[in-house]
């Protein structure tokens, strides 16, 4: 039911904007146009307190079919009936932002030094699997390291950076969907970092890899 292409881009408007966001994606004919391919497929991400699933099943004589949990779905729904399910789902939003004022905080769960950051460690981390709601992978941050290299991977649309820390341990980063921070970075500059640490394999070699959040 997900399209993973549409939740990798809902999951970055969320995050951007601490909003609740749907995206629905058609194939086939425009708007107003006579097409078999009339049922669009949506993915939804949420924000804590506002449980997407159960937004959904308000609206679900207007869905095809729905599933997902908490902060996290995907749909099909007709053309016909995305006006008033849009009306619907943006009703529920701002009671729940009339509710629950405020924005959004990334959580971090804790701040590592450099000397942690280990195949062992990471590796390690693998025993909290399988992880999601009520069990998410942890988040980490990293302070005052020093960005040695900043580039682009993926046509430009993923940043890559190499970064050294207070103790001079160097550390390979990326950031998905991050390359428009591209022209904001330069060697020399100082960072925090918050990150989930992974196990990149390449070739045969494993290297640690910060994945970054923000």
Known sequence: MYNDAED????????????PSILISFEGAMDGEESEYDLGKGSGRSIKG????????????????????ELAAGFTILRENIDE???RVSKLAEQHALAEPGGSAL???CEIPGELLTEAN????????PCGTGCTRPVFCISEVIVDHVGTVGNGKHLRLRV??????S???????????????????RVDLAFQPTMNEYKGARNVQLNITD
């Open 8 to 19: 990798i881009k809902v999951k970055r408007i969320t995050e951007k904007y601490g909003l």
């Open 50 to 69: 506002l449980n997407l699933v159960e937004a959904l099943a308000d609206s679900r004589e207007l869905l095809a079919r729905f599933g997902g949990h």
């Open 85 to 87: 399910f849009r009306r």
């Open 171 to 189: 550390l390979q980063a990326i950031y998905f969907s991050g390359g428009n921070l591209l022209r904001k970075l330069r060697p020399g500059d």
């Open 122 to 129: 990471i590796d390690a981390l693998g025993e909290m699997e």
């Open 107 to 109: 959580h971090v769960d």
């Open 164 to 169: 050294h820390t207070r103790e001079g341990i």
